[in-house]
């Protein structure tokens, strides 16, 4: 078992900041991808961005590419998500995700946050 825990999320004016935070504990001495998801009210939870554990390569949502950055620290135990330049419809809540390979699909993490709100104000 693997235990999620985000941090990080707020209110934020359009064009700011936020670095999101995913602390996690368990059997974290197995290699799992990594992955941030976001749900916004009505709408579908859907894949932001992922990393792998072996080459750290990283995968992103096409409308964060360029603005949000996903990173990890496998001694720490944590992964990232750095959003600049916040849009309003970047609000939603975002959820961390742990899986046996990076993938663009929900369906193939295991383990979940409980979810970090993140409001961009215009």
């Known amino acids: 078992q693997v235990q999620l825990v985000e941090s990080g999320g707020g209110l934020v004016q359009a064009g700011g900041s936020l670095r999101l935070s995913c602390a996690a504990s368990g059997r974290t001495s197995s290699n799992y991808a990594m992955g941030w998801f976001r749900q916004a009210p009505g709408k579908e939870r859907e894949f932001v961005a992922a990393i792998s554990w072996s080459d750290a390569s990283t995968y992103y949502l096409e409308a964060v590419k360029g603005r949000f950055t996903i990173s990890r620290d496998n001694a720490k135990n944590m992964v990232y998500l750095q959003m600049n330049s916040l849009k309003p419809e970047d609000t939603a809540v975002y959820y961390c995700?742990?899986?046996?390979?990076?993938?663009?699909?929900?369906?193939?993490?295991?383990?979940w946050g409980q979810g970090t709100q993140v409001t961009v104000a215009s």
């Open positions: 995700a742990a899986s046996h390979t990076a993938s663009y699909s929900q369906y193939e993490y295991h383990w």
